[in-house]
């Protein structure tokens, strides 16, 4: 990650914004250590942070993620928290972008890896290039991107489940064989719960990795893009300073999830 001059920090910290509060929706369910339906986790630290060096107002507000969607296009919210960037988002809301238009991930609010589960038995595996999957079933969480992957992938996706829990119930439970379900959140609940011990295995590759951000809706950008590049920057700034720094790295430690080579 690009490390933040002194001046360039202290140039946010000068900044006194005037402008109403940014209206910033995240997942109303787990998604530790990044978001916890309560408000808490690293992603609202970090804003929390931002606000802070720049003088800005958010308001965090939990939403199921499809109507944090559907309010940001809509022009309810301001922005989503911790999404990532891909063509159906890009249709309402923004990333942080590069000169090229590409989104830029040392702007990001985090990196952070998708598991692909197994069910044990049943034949299916996953390399981290090729899918086999003899049913062609997928369990993964209703309105996230990596359904429209698995559906170029020619699988039939089971997209009911709203938790990581929910959707490992219905592998266990022999509804697929395969489930794509979001970060370690899943990651935790296979290890925890031992209605899972035996009946599900996590693939040693991710089924993908994604830089995660904090999108804008096009409406609230093109009023005031000068503020929110500046909240962007800032993002960058704190998560470059050491304590911002050893804090995720003590909560991801905690969190205890499998490392991928």
Request: a positive charge; one cysteine or more; hydrophobic letters at 40%.
């Amino acid at each position: 990650m690009r490390y933040v001059s002194c001046a360039f920090v202290a140039l946010f910290v000068a900044v006194k914004v005037s402008a109403a509060p940014l209206n910033l929706c995240f997942e109303d369910i787990p998604q530790a250590p990044w978001t916890t339906p309560d408000g808490a986790g690293l992603n609202i630290e970090l804003l929390k942070r931002v606000a802070r060096m720049t003088g800005e107002q958010f308001n965090y507000i939990a939403r199921p993620w499809k109507r944090c969607e559907e309010e940001t296009r809509s022009g309810v919210m301001d922005g989503m928290i911790g999404p990532s960037d891909n063509p159906r988002r890009r249709a309402y809301s923004l990333p942080p972008r590069k000169p090229d238009g590409t989104q830029d991930p040392e702007r990001a609010m985090y990196h952070d890896h998708v598991p692909l589960f197994l069910r044990t038995g049943s034949g299916a595996s996953w390399d981290g290039k090729h899918l086999v999957n003899p049913r062609g079933l997928v369990v993964a969480q209703r309105g996230y991107y990596t359904v429209d992957m698995l559906q170029a992938l020619g699988q039939k996706v089971i997209d009911t489940p709203k938790s990581a829990e929910e959707g490992l119930r219905l592998l266990a439970v022999g509804a697929a064989d395969v489930a794509v379900l979001m970060g370690r959140s899943a990651e935790g609940a296979l290890s925890a719960d031992p209605r899972f011990h035996g009946q599900i295995e996590l693939a040693r590759q991710p089924f993908a990795t994604f830089d995660f951000h904090l999108m804008i809706g096009r409406k609230t950008f093109e009023q005031d893009p000068k503020r929110i590049e500046a909240i962007w920057n800032a993002i960058a700034a704190v998560r470059a300073t050491p304590e911002y720094r050893k804090l995720e790295a003590a909560q991801l430690t905690a969190a205890a999830t499998p490392s991928y080579p």
